[in-house]
């Protein structure tokens, strides 16, 4: 496939109207209408849908929307790479990956730790489940990635280097003016008759399970796609939600937390590839590790989980 033609797609998906997306590509807007009806041919599945405003996903589009992104932006690092070597610039990016609670503050501020101490180095953060992270540290997308034992559990591959960074204690997350909102850790039976959201098969079977163990069960009748719609649907008043403590620090301001008695958790750690490492690969290890240290339990060899059979 032509990927001017994914490009084209993915413009028009971000900006809602195909003639606003001809502008931004210098094309007419007949020539993007006509590549979006190409694509569609070529993978026989509507993708785009009209309303009053505009275009928008279907839900197929919204799939192939997240693919193409990652695919476009992959091709572009390619095409810089190869630059960097014609110009004689051959500083090899870094390629960190991470669950996207961990992407949205502990990543960020242990790169930030690393270009203080190391000095500068072009890198990239790419979000994503850890199963998929895995895949691309073997694959070598990606040179470093933090990831956690959250059902179904961390493969066991002599591929990957794995540390151990801590334990993260999940909360629950809810609307402004919740009546158990504080920072008393509030019992899950006192939780029993709320509505809860999950976003990810590895949230809710934690919440499942802690659940069980206090002899209820969790109502989860909302989905959501990601993490923001997630927490968009708790600001709005429509569910609570069980996220990692790790987030807390980047919440929007119109919900809160309030903590678990006997809380789930996962582990957090850190994959390298054995071959090849990234040379800055190490050093942020070691900024990984210290944003852990205050909650780091003192079993040190703590075992990940093993993925379910």
Request: one cysteine or more; glycine letters at 8%; aromatic letters at 2%.
């Amino acid at each position: 496939m032509d990927l001017s033609v994914w490009r084209t797609f993915v413009t028009v998906c971000r900006l809602g109207t195909l003639s606003a997306a001809a502008a931004e590509l210098n094309h007419t807007q007949s020539a993007v209408s006509r590549q979006i009806a190409g694509l569609e041919r070529q993978l026989g599945v509507p993708l785009v849908e009209r309303h009053a405003r505009g275009v928008r996903p279907t839900p197929a589009g919204e799939v192939f929307r997240r693919h193409a992104l990652a695919t476009l932006n992959e091709a572009d690092r390619a095409v810089r790479a190869v630059r960097d070597v014609r110009d004689g610039a051959c500083d090899r990016p870094l390629a960190v990956g991470a669950t996207p609670s961990l992407a949205s503050g502990i990543v960020p501020e242990a790169v930030r730790g690393l270009l203080r101490q190391g000095g500068p180095v072009r890198w990239s953060l790419l979000p994503g489940l850890s199963a998929q992270l895995h895949s691309r540290v073997i694959d070598g997308v990606l040179d470093i990635a933090v990831v956690t034992d959250a059902p179904p559990g961390l493969a066991f591959d002599p591929r990957v280097e794995r540390r151990f960074l801590g334990l993260d204690e999940m909360v629950v997350v809810l609307p402004v003016g919740h009546p158990r909102a504080g920072r008393v850790p509030v019992r899950m039976e006192a939780l029993a008759d709320d509505t809860w959201v999950e976003d990810n098969d590895g949230s809710a079977a934690l919440l499942r399970q802690h659940a069980a163990r206090a002899g209820v069960s969790a109502r989860i009748d909302l989905a959501a796609a990601d993490l923001p719609g997630k927490l968009a649907l708790v600001a709005t008043g429509h569910a609570i939600a069980l996220i990692p403590g790790v987030l807390t620090c980047a919440l929007r301001a119109d919900v809160t937390t309030t903590p678990l008695v006997d809380p789930p958790t996962r582990g957090i750690y850190a994959i390298t590839p054995r071959r090849d490492p990234h040379p800055r690969a190490a050093p942020l290890l070691d900024q990984l590790a210290a944003a852990f240290a205050p909650v780091r339990p003192t079993q040190v060899d703590h075992q990940p989980t093993k993925p379910e059979p």
